[in-house]
């Protein structure tokens, strides 16, 4: 599936897994619905060269909407923020010492970035590694701008989280 069939499916798609979602969770998080449909709509993304072997991709995004909502649910842990003001990338231009360690943060973040959920992950690819804009990811995803910003936020937040609780250890 290339891109122009992939943004012609998702805003129904998008509209689809909100109303599903909101059947299950109610009023208990207003904002989970669109958080729900964001991420399955990224996890379709990262799945779109292998979507033409499905038989419905209506009821695959379905399936994922579901057992995503259900496990933010149980995990109670679908509204952590965190900040990352004040986290400025070292210059390895220094002197070597620094260099070996910008090096070994690099090692590490790449683990952390390889074991963040596919969602998370394509959405840092797509905007830090592809180099897609904002605006570009909304359009695949089905999604606003405004919705795009805060789940990068919330996968760099989910980053730091794990590389701090790295260096704890």
Sequence with gaps: ?????????????????????RRIV?????????DVAQDTLLRLW????????????????????RNRAIDLLRSGHHDRHLSLDGYDSPDPAYDP???LEYS??????SGILASLPS?????????????MEIDEIASVTGSSSGAIRTM????????????????MN
């Design 1 to 21: 599936m290339d891109r122009r069939e992939f943004e012609s499916i998702a805003p129904e798609l998008r509209d689809n897994i909100v109303t599903t979602v």
């Design 26 to 34: 109610g009023p208990a998080d207003p904002d989970l619905p669109d």
């Design 46 to 65: 990262t799945l779109r060269d292998e979507l033409d072997s499905y038989r419905s991709i209506h009821a695959l995004a379905m399936v994922m909407a």
């Design 97 to 99: 010492h620094q260099a």
């Design 104 to 109: 070994e943060a690099g090692n590490r973040l």
């Design 119 to 131: 969602a998370q992950q394509a959405l840092i690819k797509m905007r830090h590694i592809d180099g």
């Design 152 to 167: 990068l936020s919330r996968a760099r937040n989910h980053i730091k989280e794990l590389f701090l609780q790295q260096n």
